[in-house]
């Protein structure tokens, strides 16, 4: 079965560079999540789409910005990059809504140098 | 405003040990959904269970169980006969129903060892 697939797996940027992780859901899915997850953190909620529509935000920063297209794959474009951003970027789809069960993707490990 | 407490932080079983992973929540939404991952250290997050507030029946599957008390508001996850891969960070989650967040405790890491 199609998983979630996100990409890239690994990223590494300098301060103040800017990145951009995508993620495919699966397919039939109409909403996509975007969760960091720091080092023995907890996966902490960014922001979340229903139909390319935001549909939630979380604790996502002024200098991230994300979108859902139109064939409902969603890009976190990230600027200015902090080294505090290094994290683990998982993106998450599910069928109608934010209370059925998550899929995951396997994360995007960001390193910012 | 919602909140997931999972107080521990760490756990170390024997194989074969029952293990139980405590989960506390707070939410004022009268409909809402509980939720259990296993993100083991591949890194992938798995989703386990979810349950709805009204259904407070208690589910097992396999060598997993969960036990919902909404007087207590807890959701708390025991694994019978605990096995080397059971090893992995196990996080408690909630949502609103009809919400689009879907919120995490800070997880609780279990090792079993052999």
């Known amino acids: 079965a199609a998983g979630v697939i996100q990409s890239p797996r690994h990223l590494i940027k300098e301060k103040r560079e800017t990145a951009t992780l995508k993620c495919y859901p699966i397919?039939?899915?109409?909403?996509v999540y975007w969760y960091q997850q720091g080092p023995g953190q907890d996966p902490q909620f960014l922001i979340s789409?229903?139909?390319?529509?935001?549909?939630d935000k979380g604790s996502i920063p002024d200098r991230f910005s994300a979108q859902q297209f139109s064939d409902y794959h969603s890009e976190l474009n990230m600027s200015s990059l902090e080294l505090g951003d290094s994290a683990l970027y998982f993106c998450?789809?599910?069928?109608?809504?934010?209370?059925?069960?998550?899929?995951f993707g396997s994360g995007t490990q960001l390193s910012v140098l | 405003a919602q909140k997931v407490t999972q107080a521990q932080t760490e756990i170390s079983v024997v194989e074969k040990e029952d293990v139980t992973l405590d989960c506390v929540y707070e939410?004022?939404?009268?409909?809402?959904?509980l939720f259990w991952y296993k993100q083991p250290p591949s890194g992938e997050l798995v989703f386990l269970i979810r349950?709805?507030?009204?259904?407070?029946q208690n589910e097992i599957s396999g060598r997993y169980s969960w036990n919902f008390q909404k007087s207590t508001s807890s959701f708390n996850f025991t694994i019978t006969a605990s096995q080397v891969v059971d090893s992995a960070v196990y996080f408690c989650?909630?949502?609103?129903?009809?919400?689009?967040?879907?919120?995490f405790g800070a997880g609780t890491r279990l090792f079993v060892k052999a």
């Open positions: 998450a789809s599910s069928l109608e809504g934010g209370d059925e069960k998550l899929f």
């Open positions: 397919p039939r899915h109409d909403t």
């Open positions: 789409f229903y139909e390319k529509m935001q549909s």
């Open positions: 939410t004022r939404d009268t409909t809402y959904y």
């Open positions: 349950r709805n507030s009204f259904d407070e």
């Open positions: 989650a909630l949502s609103a129903a009809g919400g689009f967040k879907t919120i």
